[in-house]
């Protein structure tokens, strides 16, 4: 069985070396809590060889793009669902590192449920745009991708490469294009932050905030900082991305991993 999880990683503006950050953040929270599961990254030259070259020694996969246009390269995380020999795929952000409680839901979906497609579901005290698809927190059995195969073709996506994309495009395109598809069979889950109710309800599975174990990576970072989602993201580990507009180098990449050698992280 196939199982695969894919990143976009470019470097567009100020906010461009937290995704590098963030990904070189990850290794072992990924091998933690998806064991088994190839990790790919498609990429293009704004990101240094070095650092393609780190991921590489990781045995990642690699992807060169085209250069993004604009954020056109959240499109490429894309990719997967167009490959017939992937059972089980996750897209995801660079800058997110993993958290038990969304591993717990997918969990269940891969465990006990027929859906074939999951998403996080947004409720509406959090956005205004409620059952919204993110890109970097979906995920698709392979008859859902096949599904999608069947009435959205590669070269459609393979055009947003080359169009200049802003902030929330992919999302557009994949309430409008992808949504329909696998409407009927969406296993949607929403992170609860104000009780300990866990199971399905109105529609969605509700997972309840998950403390992780202290002797887990996702726990030994939990005693350093916390986001008001309960997401672990790339500045609660490195401070560095925040110099902005500086570009990224080796050095900067030891000083993040030597920040993540004092979590007791491994990263080589």
Known sequence: ???LLSFSLFQQGNTGNRYVTGLLAQKELLEELYPNFL????????VPSDIINVFRKWKWETCKCPISVGLSGMYWRLLPIWEEDIDLWYSREADLAQMYTVRKAEQYW????DACFCGLYVAKDVSRIP???FGGLIGGKHNACQMI???VPRDELLEKFNLHCNYLDDEKWLMGRIEPIVRNTLFRYEINRTDTFEGERDGRYICPIVTPPLDSVVGRLSLLERTHNGFYFADNISPYYKGGTLPYSIE?????????????ITTR
């Open 1 to 3: 069985m196939t199982k």
């Open 39 to 46: 990790v790919r990254v498609y990429y293009d030259d704004s």
């Open 110 to 113: 891969e465990d006990y449920s």
């Open 131 to 133: 059952n919204k698809l």
């Open 149 to 151: 195969r069947q009435q």
């Open 252 to 264: 900067r990449c030891a000083a993040t991993e030597s920040r993540i050698q004092q979590l007791n």
